[in-house]
Nanobody, 123 residues
Framework: QVQLVESGGGLVQAGGSLRLSCAAS????????MGWYRQAPGKQRELVAT???????NYADSVRGRFTISRDNAKNTEYLQMPSLKPEDTAVYYC?????????????????WGQGTQVTVSS
């Protein structure tokens, strides 16, 4: 089993910044893509950003140019730097990881989610 633990959420004023972290632990052989998603009240969960093992990134149009996703492969950790926050960024942010696990001599690829961290941006 693998656990993803997020941290760094909170309440900030518009224009402020936050940095989210997500640390993976457990039976990890390798982590493929990692990403951040968010879900605002009454809305579906949406992609924020993803990053591959090699560092290639992809962003939602709403955050491209503002947020920066990164990862530390040695620490099995990803980050989301969020400057210039807007009220519409308010949501629960979830980290996601595609993990290759070594189980009884086999490799299994599973998708894991963190528990979510609340980000609230006041106007």
């Amino acid at each position: 089993q693998v656990q993803l633990v997020e941290s760094g959420g909170g309440l900030v004023q518009a224009g402020g910044s936050l940095r989210l972290s997500c640390a993976a632990s457990g039976s990890i052989f390798r982590i493929n893509a990692m990403g951040w998603y968010r879900q605002a009240p009454g809305k579906q969960r949406e992609l924020v950003a993803t990053v591959t093992t090699g560092g290639s990134t992809n962003y939602a149009d709403s955050v491209r140019g503002r947020f920066t996703i990164s990862r530390d492969n040695a620490k099995n950790t990803e980050y989301l730097q969020m400057p210039s926050l807007k009220p519409e960024d308010t949501a629960v942010y979830y980290c996601n990881a595609e993990v290759v696990e070594g189980v009884s001599g086999y490799y299994i690829v599973r998708n894991y989610w963190g528990q979510g961290t609340q980000v609230t941006v006041s106007s």
